[in-house]
């Protein structure tokens, strides 16, 4: 069905949607007849429209004002503009924070989150909840058969999280429901240490300050509940919306967001689209990027929507750098390389006011005089010529597991040998090295089915599931590659240790057990050998590694754990286990990393190309389309082409080596 809602997409827009996040309600008449001229202008083929809209459209209780958005649609229709309609549920109007202040989300620290901000609901609030199936109704009912509508943007990066009133309620009814009595949740949460038992579900409250010693199973749930209730919302909102309409149904995630299990959230909507805000000061946001776009393509296993990213700078930032000219275009054309087949912008028009009266637009305040203007007319004309790669889906023999349950486990509780862990940061130092080296990779959870890859890497999961780790031995012994990452294994999903310890879940994978976990002293560092020769500098953590089964790849040189293994190898049925119990400097990672990919048989998309370029492969119907991406602002790059082709960019035949300039793009459809 999600198929088929986006193949009649596709097929409306014919190729690569083009446009952004339009504010009319912000904006008089006379201006949306230029917007809608200006759009035709740019190429503009698919806006947003009325995610903010809720004051407008209901300014007071049940009383609706529509003439004003149904000018706009008719006037984007009349101008070939298709819509991507929002319901505006994430800014709450003042009558329903100050007459229903109950709506109003509880912090963490108890303070209650004020109206003139945005997101400010209680997710589990009954009255938010009527108030926004309300407006969801009535916006449906009456623009589902509008010509000009095309999809739907269910409210906006779903994300408030509230500690008290409804949401205390809610958590505990969402508990009931998973453990059924309490019994079953003291023992889950553990509660004989400290003498926390519950004795009534009354008794039971959602965790309240951040970093008090409180039980890391409560925690855990919490955050559980969070994703679920607010999954709910959306829930609520497309099953409204469904009852009008056939379109596709989605809502806009955010980069690396920790409060929404993301894998979850893909099975309930049509497609998936994120909002990315990659650093034009940090040379190396792409690389997070392009994890978080891969992420996507992986959700769903398919072409993704690119829903928001800025033109030029942002406005969220203590310094908010310009895109350089070029950045732009690169950085969408990185989404489309990684599976997108959108491109669109926060904001159309750059607002006059608000607190995001700085943030670049496609129309900025110096309109078309701009620097902007002109690159987003530029690639508004251009990303016609790769309509024919919509639709496309690529593949990888690479799988970097990416999981909530591993995420919510190491980062959100506490009590841990080291509490500064960066799961994001984690994954995001595994996949630099694959990229640089243009393997493709896809994203898996602890649910995904791992047949199909060559190798499978597991950053970390220092909780896991029973299901994923008997997963990941099964592929081991059926002939693939597993390589796992320190403090992995060590608890199930309730967040207790298991046993034998350490690490529980894969001492027989690994062959070998921890007795200890040594998390390294401030500054210091330690020199580790390579059975190859090698030698290299890790840092931050060790472990006491006893081997059982398995043989040390590497050891440590010095400190009080010399001629003990810090990285393991180990062989299961046909397959190998490489475990890294330490942290690697980043060329050292990169080396086990690869030589272990490589030595599975994984092949890169291009064989000879800097480490600044991004290569990916996206295929359909038996053609093959090469993206590459010279994100370099300063050197050209030269790239020897796995097969000859013609660049879709340029019209021009080519083979052997491609020379791209600085932030240089080219989409060879290989021959
Ligand atoms: C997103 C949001 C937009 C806008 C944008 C730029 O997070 O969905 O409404 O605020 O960021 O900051």
Redesign the pocket.
Known sequence: MADDRMARLRERLGGVAFGGDYNPEQWDPAVWREDVELMRRAGVNLVTVG?FAWASLEAEPGVFTFDWLDEVLDLLHSGGIAVDLATPTMAPPVWLSHGHPEVLPVREDGQRFGFGNRLHYDPASPRYREAAARITDAIAARYAQHPSVAMWHLS??YGPVSWGGASAAAFRDWLRERYGDLEALNDAWYTRFWGQRYTAWEQVEPPEVPRSWSNPTRRLDFLRFASDVLLECFTTERDIVRRYSELPITT?FMRFYRRADYWRWAQEEDVVAL?IYPNPGEADSRVAAALNFDLMRSLKGGPWVLM?QAASA?S?WPVNNVKRPGMMRAGSYQAIAHGADTVLF?QWRASRGGH?RF?SAMLPHSGTRSRTWREIEALGGELGRIAEVTGATSRADVALVFDWNAWWGLMETHGLPRNDFDYAELETSWYRPLLEAHLAVDLASFESALDGYRCVLVPNAYLVTDAFAQRLARFAEAGGTVVIGFFSGVVDERNQVLQPAYPGAFRQLIGAYIDEYWPARAGESFGVRFASGEEAVADWWQESIELETGAALAEFRNGLLAGRPAVVENRVGEGRVVYVGTRLEASALATLLLDTAHAAGVASVVADAPAQVEATMRSKGGADYLFLINHSETDAAAVRLPRAGVDLLTGAAVSGTLELEPLGVAVVRCG
Do not use: P, S
């Open positions: 995610v906006n990066e806009n909002d928001e942002v969220q926060f995001e943030h």
